[in-house]
């Protein structure tokens, strides 16, 4: 089997949530979404989309969802699967299943929210920092009255000389799209992914071992089963919310990524199903990772995305 016969038959796009306490029993912004549907479901009848006050409780739902499912499926997750690789190529964090495997063994995220992140981003500041001999790490962005701030991380961004602020995908999206897709390594505040990628790659890991041999990582791995389970990146933000009919936007979000990701046509150029062709993909992918329905064609030179 090639990746571009893989058509799962069960979709589910997941919005993560970096928050500390649960979230209000009451649907609300900010929380965790998902949205899901199998292939055939007609559009009248895919299900509505599913609200979680806490990570866990999302978590389980999607462990339960898919443990239920004998047949192919798609996870979408909207955060980094990866981070940047460094200016001499040097690898920053590792890549793939070994970077799920690295953050779950350093997150502490309890069944109430309360979690590490930012002790976290901390100590992998101060490991880089050294390794780069450069006065700080990548990682930026905490509350200003957080009692550990310290010089290892701070409320405001400090570029450092040899690790990009953005992977290659998001360069594209930026330079192609005029689309203000963030950084990684940014952890708090508007716009900020950095926090829901500590908290989501554990989570990832632990999928993955429930897998067994059918979870993949796209696209750090080959999808050659019929029977796959893979799990990748999505940005809601390439899908046109305003045609979804939910008061809040998180929702609105799920709903039309899994329903862009349902109807995409198999072979259509520019689809999802084309897009995990590894042949559409820059070298660097297989280590920063990349976002579904991206493709690097958007660029004329696939090694300055």
Request: hydrophobic share 40%; charged share 25%; net charge negative.
């Given at each position: 089997?090639t990746?571009?016969?893989?058509l799962?038959?069960?979709?589910i ?7 500390s ?16 549907a199998?292939?055939d ?16 409780s ?33 690898e920053?964090l ?8 690295h ?13 590490n ?6 100590a992998?500041?101060?490991q ?9 790490g ?10 550990s ?12 000389r ?23 390594w ?48 999505i ?12 008061p ?15 109807s ?12 995990l ?12 990772g990349?976002?579904a329905s991206?493709?690097?064609s ?8």
């Amino acid at each position: 089997m090639t990746p571009a016969a893989f058509l799962p038959d069960l979709i589910i796009a997941v919005d993560w949530s970096a928050a500390s306490q649960p979230r209000p029993k009451k649907p609300s912004a900010d929380a965790c979404w998902i949205a899901w549907a199998f292939r055939d479901d007609d559009a009248d009848r895919r299900p509505p989309p599913e609200y979680f006050r806490t990570r866990a409780s999302c978590e389980a739902r999607i462990t339960d969802l898919l443990a239920s499912h004998a047949g192919s499926a798609l996870v979408g997750f909207d955060f980094p699967l990866g981070y940047p690789v460094a200016i001499d190529g040097a690898e920053v964090l590792p890549a793939g299943r070994q970077l799920c495997q690295h953050v779950d063994s350093l997150i502490k995220d309890d069944d109430t929210n309360h979690n590490n992140r930012f002790d976290v981003a901390e100590a992998l500041n101060e490991q880089i920092a050294e390794r780069f001999a450069e006065p700080h790490g990548p990682f930026w962005g905490c509350p200003p009255t957080r009692d550990s701030v310290s010089s290892l991380l701070l409320p405001t961004k400090r570029v450092m000389r040899a690790v990009p602020e953005y992977r290659a995908v998001e360069q594209l999206v930026r330079t192609t799209r005029r689309l203000g897709i963030q950084s990684p390594w940014k952890l708090y505040t508007t716009g900020s992914v950095g926090s829901q990628t500590l908290l989501g790659l554990p989570v990832i890991h632990r999928l993955l071992a429930n897998l067994h041999d059918r979870g993949r990582l796209w696209p750090f791995e080959q999808i050659e089963r019929l029977d796959a389970v893979v799990i990748t990146e999505i940005w809601p933000s390439l899908h046109n919310a305003d045609i979804t009919d939910h008061p809040i936007k998180d929702a609105r979000q799920v709903l039309a990524t899994r329903d862009a990701m349902v109807s995409a046509p198999a072979h259509q150029p520019g689809s999802l199903h084309t897009s995990l062709m590894p042949e559409d993909l820059p070298e660097v992918a297989s280590r920063e990772g990349w976002i579904a329905s991206v493709h690097s064609s958007d660029s004329s030179d696939n090694h300055t995305v």
